[in-house]
């Protein structure tokens, strides 16, 4: 069956450092993957998008690499701040369709002053 | 402006009622969703419209469903509330390759 996990439920990082996600999948055969900031009482939003024919795809402090052959993604944030700290979601898109997206469940990052 | 937009924000109730959320874009958007997220916070999706027309029907009870008066609108009936609808609900609307999600609303069943 297919599968999104995103290894850490929470990720507890010095502010400053850099904060490293990790998103894995199997019987998946992504077009694309995206990956989504969900803060408190709010609904999530977009950050990335990397197709499957790119290995890394960045903004401003963002990056995203994207490996198919080990179907894994890495979100990493560099010289993280307190404002930094929410939820953030991978999603594959499935191909079939409209743009219909499967999420993971999500790694809650804290950057601690 | 707000892109997606959710009522209620906060919606408690009981068991066995019937109730309605509504979700309205004006992003011009021809696809919208429902999202369905539970207490471990896992985000999964119920149906998606496009143009008004449902094009994915996940596995839900019957007791939920999704209307569409305009592509701009989404609104979701929920029948019968069970102690086990109690999650956060999410409208969405999409661009290729982005979604957009509204504020969510929070629904307990008592």
């Known amino acids: 069956s297919q599968k999104i996990e995103q290894n850490s439920e929470a990720l507890n990082i010095q502010e400053g450092k850099t904060a490293t996600l990790t998103c894995n999948y199997t019987n998946y055969s992504p077009a694309y993957l995206q990956w989504y900031r969900q803060d408190p009482g709010r609904g999530p939003v977009f950050l990335l998008l990397?197709?499957?024919?790119?290995k890394e795809k960045r903004k401003e402090r963002l990056k995203v690499t994207f490996d198919t052959t080990l179907k894994q993604s890495l979100f990493h944030i560099t010289a993280s701040q307190p404002a930094d700290s929410a939820t953030y979601l991978c999603a594959l898109h499935s191909g079939a369709g409209s743009y219909q997206l499967t999420f993971g469940k999500g790694t809650k990052l804290s950057v601690i002053p | 402006d707000t892109a997606v937009s959710q009522t209620p924000k906060y919606l408690v109730t009981q068991m066995g009622n019937d109730k309605s959320i509504k979700c309205e874009q004006n992003l011009g958007h021809d696809t919208m969703y429902w999202y369905k997220q539970d207490s471990k916070k896992f985000l999964k999706i119920m149906f998606s419209?496009?143009?008004?027309?449902?094009?994915i029907n996940e596995t839900v009870p019957n007791r939920f469903s999704p209307k569409s008066p305009d592509k701009a609108h989404l609104n979701l009936h929920i029948n019968s509330l069970e102690l086990g609808d109690s999650a956060v609900y999410f409208c969405?609307?999409?661009?290729?390759?982005?979604?957009?999600f509204g504020p969510g609303t929070r629904l307990l069943v008592l």
């Open positions: 990397i197709r499957e024919n790119e």
């Open positions: 969405a609307s999409s661009a290729p390759e982005t979604q957009y």
């Open positions: 419209y496009n143009n008004k027309e449902l094009i």
